[in-house]
Nanobody, 126 residues
Framework: VQLQASGGGLVQAGGSLRLSCAAS????????MGWFRQAPGKEREFVAA????????NYADSVKGRFTISKDNTKNTMYLQMNSLKPEDTAVYYC????????????????????WGQGAQVTVSS
């Protein structure tokens, strides 16, 4: 599974951005996918994840109600819609695909993901 992230940029607090992550590979649709972020001087943290079937999603408490993870299966592209952005959302955002297909639950730990896209910088000014 290969992942290509895009989007991001600079936005004022309260604004919105959408990140995209295009997945390639014939079995990409059978893997859970997620978003993580890493701010300067901090560890990478979970943001959101989508079950491979699309039936479940998980969000970090810090982004619940503001961020939405989705996927367009026709384009094999995952999205992270980010609304009501805050300065503390500033980070490099990474998309990732699960290490194994058809996982029963929706993974939230970075170690459960084996495939990573390049980072996308998101900067929120106050």
């Amino acid at each position: 599974v290969q992942l290509q992230a895009s989007g991001g940029g600079l936005v004022q607090a309260g604004g919105s951005l959408r990140l995209s992550c295009a997945a390639s590979g014939s079995t990409a649709s059978t893997y859970a996918m997620g978003w993580f972020r890493q701010a300067p001087g901090k560890e990478r943290e979970f943001v959101a994840a989508r079950h491979w079937s699309g039936a479940m999603t998980n969000y970090a408490d810090s982004v619940k109600g503001r961020f939405t993870i989705s996927k367009d299966n026709t384009k094999n592209t995952m999205y992270l819609q980010m609304n009501s952005l805050k300065p503390e959302d500033t980070a490099v955002y990474y998309c990732a695909a699960d290490s194994k297909p058809y996982r029963f639950d929706t993974p939230k730990e970075a170690v459960q993901y084996a495939y990573w896209g390049q980072g996308a910088q998101v900067t929120v000014s106050s």
